[in-house]
């Protein structure tokens, strides 16, 4: 049962269930014995001589609940090492800390908004340069690579509007210059449906608090890595910078990992459901889902992925006041931000999650004022089609 997957995509990734049950979570390690790693509050340890302690001084350098979370995370990934942070947001900026000033960024164009914040606020003020490149496209990003570029930023598939990147090409083509990293934000994916080291990343970046954690109810940021090099600095980083997550967090995403394969299970078979749906409905303009034939990168999906998240995208025939309509009128769908919860959510990205997107690029990437953002979440797939379907008539009456 386990090995069988989704026709036409990659076979699910060995072990995975296993690995997230019990991967750092060895009874063992406790005195106890308990089944359920403890969750470590203290902040500080006691040494048994100056400078000797059992592996822990001070919970910014290291803590055991959140040492539990970072190995089962490295071995989802399929990583040797991994790095929990306070966001995903916090895990992107100890990644650029990586690079010095003058060094330059690629990015893809169409990239979650408070990435594109980021660089464009905060990183290009600080001596960065950043350019924004369509990356679906190898060739551009081959051009665009310079001597001063140090990182390649991929997102994949892309939020909002759901655009598939090849990684593999992506990464060789970068590695064919010294010193260029490669990082990919999973976090519309998860390890469960796609492993960017495995395509050639050097860094794996992921919101937990999206698929991952999986209950709307933690932030933070993971980072997998295989190179030593590469962990070393970026431990360093997490300690001098001090952007850690709380061992109550690392306990809940902890928590929210063992059931990681289940939920994504069924955001697919629900996501897929609820795409087919709005794509023979007749107040829809257009739908964009990786896992639908029409998607103009179905096959990269398909030869890099193992399966789709529970993330739509499409337009809603009309204007702007027809997607308002629609998202007002919407039941088990909550109008809210964030996605990758058990609960349904719909969101207006225009106005909502990519506002701080400069107008005229939002227009260039098709970010308009009739485009809308799922996120179908766990329930009954009859119950979420019912709910699409009176809203999208609300939305014209």
Known sequence: MAGKGTEGFLPPFKHFATHAIHAGQEPEQWRSGAMVPPISLSTTFKQRAPGDHAGYDYIRSGNPTRDCLEKAVAALDGAKYSLAYSSGLA?????????KTGDSVICMDDVYGGTNRYFQKVASEN???VIFVDCTKPKCLEAAITPETKLVWLESPTNPTLKVIDIKACADIAHRHPGVLVAVDNSFMSSYFQRPLALGADICMSSA???INGHSDVLMGLVSVNRD??????KFLQYSLGAVPSPFDCFLCNRGLKTLHIRMKLHFHNGLAVAKFLESHPSVEKVIYPGLPSHPQYEVMKRQCSGCPGMVTFYIKGKKENASAFLRNLKVFALAESLGGYESLAEHPAIMTHASVPEAERKTLGISDTLIRLSV???DEEDLLADLDQALK????
């Open 377 to 379: 979440g766990l329930e």
């Open 127 to 129: 001596n960065l340069k």
């Open 394 to 397: 609300a939305a014209f009456a």
């Open 91 to 99: 895990a992107l900026l100890n990644i650029c800390h990586l690079l």
């Open 229 to 234: 090099d590469l962990y070393e600095r970026l």
């Open 209 to 211: 608090t999206k698929y």
